[in-house]
């Protein structure tokens, strides 16, 4: 079955998922939906998307960029819609989708009760493929990293309680007007951070303690995390344990990879689009086990970790696959993991 999926909100996040649809044997993007005409709404159109405008019709046209219809049209036009627009927006969205009884996905700055459950494909896809969520939130970039390690360590050692620090970029590379420039900053600087109960919404018996801090960097997340674990387990074994996991690249000591900046070029050097890093990178000579407490480094890529889990929602939602099927398939049709 061809699954027609439109993406409302064509910005960071979205341009991501309509080209990783576009790129699924089983999947069609019937359109994209945008707020004004500017450069990204040009690339949407020579990438051959139909631009939907969400209101100022003629203002897409005055800009070279034919108009296909609008918002209404492209729900109407799609099995699924994918959300992508500024967190919160979503939430407000969601009664546009219900009116035309079209399954929708939401991103994770979003509140969790936006949707009727979240996701992440390794934490819960079967669940939400048994279930009968329409709506469903895909979570934030941080959580879908946490996810994708704590869920193996689970099953295979069973997590006593995770802590972890989570230095943050201060905005993606195009946010010109985000920050700090030149300062580091608690954020929040309550403790603990949302982070570990948003894990929660998709992995809810885990214990998960997160900080946040915020620094002046735009390229990745970097997060430095302790696992207290049920069982023992050595540094070898919890190596092969992670890069064993489709998303996951353990990053090996000969690559010598100092940071982000050089993940960054390595993604670029081996042809991916946009630079993109879809998994998470840990650092293989940071896996230390201390008894029963498991430390290790990973950095994750803000902009496109949560795109293969969209697509996989997707089919979830639309109970097209299991769980297995699904990401062999996104990952086949991506070159996640290679
Ligand atoms: P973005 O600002 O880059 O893109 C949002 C796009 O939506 C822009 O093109 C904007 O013009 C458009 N838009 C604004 N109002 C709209 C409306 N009413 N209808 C349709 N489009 C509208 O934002 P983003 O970074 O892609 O984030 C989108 C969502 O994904 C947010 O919930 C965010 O929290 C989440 N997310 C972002 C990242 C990240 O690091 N960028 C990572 C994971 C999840």
Redesign the pocket.
Known sequence: MMLRVGV???????KRVADALAAQPDMTVSGV????PNF?ATAAHRRGYAVHA?DDAAAFAAADVPVAGDLDDLVAASDVVID????G??AQNREIYEAHDTPALY????DADVADASFNARANYDEIANGDAEHVRVV??NTTGLSRVLTPLDEVYGVEKTRATLVRRGG?PSQSDRGPINDILPDPVTVPSHHGPDVNTVLPDLAVDTMGVTVPATLMHLHSVNVTLESDADADAVRETLADESRVFVVPEHARVAGPGHLKELAKDAGRPRGDLWENCVWGASIAVEGRDLYFFQAIH??SD?VPENVDAVRAIAGDADAAESVVRTNRALGVGR
């Open positions: 409302n909100g064509y910005g960071t996040i979205g939906a945008k707020t004004t990204e969400i992508c627009t500024p967190a927006i979503g991103q994770g700055g979003e934030s970039c993606d803000q902009e949560v």
